[in-house]
């Protein structure tokens, strides 16, 4: 919802309308004849005046572990893809796009393949929010869909400041970067605690700006000084994405490396199973990925293994491009 169009709209209503509004589209509303509490006449007048959101669904697809993948269009017809998560603790998380497609070419992503097509506004964000919020009530949210979060800074802080509304603190919003050192100084300054994930994937370098060609523009010496400067400012633990390539970056000295280079003070690391896109690159193996892991721990670094969810129905990790209907599973 186009939360400026709505307030141009209630020009000359008391000004709590639009905080009525808000508060029914925050506990899930699906559209205005639900908001029992504005007149009649005036719910009618907002249908025809204000659009309930600002994207359009154009399908969704449904996974064998309950994840859900949403295909928006924004209305100038740009592709926006949005993923809802169930865990069995009862954990219900959103993964949103910050841009339609990304500038950013990581090589073992499937949006770094789409043509870029531009920055997603506020309200853009908060709607694929809030098309989950009308399935069931939510309590996390990543962004780490389409696009890089940092590049778009002002319209993701503008969205993250209404998730508590929805339902969504703070302290459990994350927001996932490939580096992008401007973005992570930005957000350091700001006063909301939320959650700073880097997408790292290598321990030296030369393979990482082979992986994503960002780190040519801003390398790893660089990007972890932010980081811990963020970390010293906001003292709360960065987590490390690393996908798992075979044979790439999934090595016992490549293990090791990593752990000399991050502060476990700072750092944790998630270690990421690789789905499938159309790249040039293979998962490891469990049993490599559990030898990463422990190499990790031997020095002490703490670190996780994803559960992976939605691969298939391409919805996991590195998996969002925004895909021919003929490749989706229909809901």
Excluded at 248 to 264: C, K, S
Aim: hydrophobic share 40%; net charge neutral; charged share 25%.
């Amino acid at each position: 919802m186009d939360l400026e169009l709505l307030d141009r709209a209630l020009a000359g209503e008391p000004a709590f309308r639009a905080r009525q509004v808000w508060r029914w589209a925050a506990n899930g509303a699906r559209g205005y004849e639900e908001m029992t509490d504005l007149p009649a006449a005036l719910r009618a007048r907002l249908a025809e005046t204000v659009p309930f959101s600002t994207l359009t669904l154009v399908r969704e697809a449904h996974a064998s572990d309950g994840t859900v993948k949403a295909l928006f269009h924004t209305h100038d017809g740009r592709a926006v893809e949005a993923v809802l998560m169930r865990y069995r603790d009862g954990r219900r998380s959103v993964c949103v796009s910050s841009q339609s497609g990304c500038p950013l070419t990581c090589t073992f992503c499937a949006t770094g393949s789409m043509k870029f097509g531009r920055n997603l506004t506020a309200y853009e964000i908060l709607d694929q929010v809030l098309h989950f919020r009308r399935i069931e009530p939510l309590d996390h949210l990543v962004f780490m869909g389409m696009g890089e979060p940092l590049m778009n800074l002002d319209n993701v802080l503008e969205a993250a400041r209404r998730l508590p509304d929805i339902g969504i603190t703070h302290r459990r919003t994350g927001i996932s970067t490939v580096g992008w050192v401007p973005g992570i100084k930005r957000l350091t300054e700001t006063d909301m605690p939320l959650r700073l994930a880097l997408s790292l994937h290598a321990p030296e370098d030369a393979l990482r700006s082979q992986i994503m060609p960002i780190n040519d523009r801003y390398p790893l010496a660089e990007v972890l000084a932010a980081c811990e400067d963020h970390y010293a400012r906001k003292r709360r633990q960065i987590f490390i994405e690393y996908v798992m390539l075979a044979g790439v970056n999934d090595g016992y000295a490549q293990a090791v490396q990593l752990a000399r280079l991050l502060d476990p003070r700072i750092y944790k690391v998630n270690l990421i199973p690789y789905n499938p896109t159309d790249s040039i690159y293979e998962g490891s193996s469990r049993a490599a990925i559990d030898a990463f892991r422990a190499a990790l721990e031997e020095h002490g670094l703490r670190a996780t293994v994803r559960v992976t969810r939605g691969r298939d129905i391409d919805a996991a990790c590195g998996q969002l491009a925004a895909k021919p209907e003929s490749a989706m599973i229909r809901g």
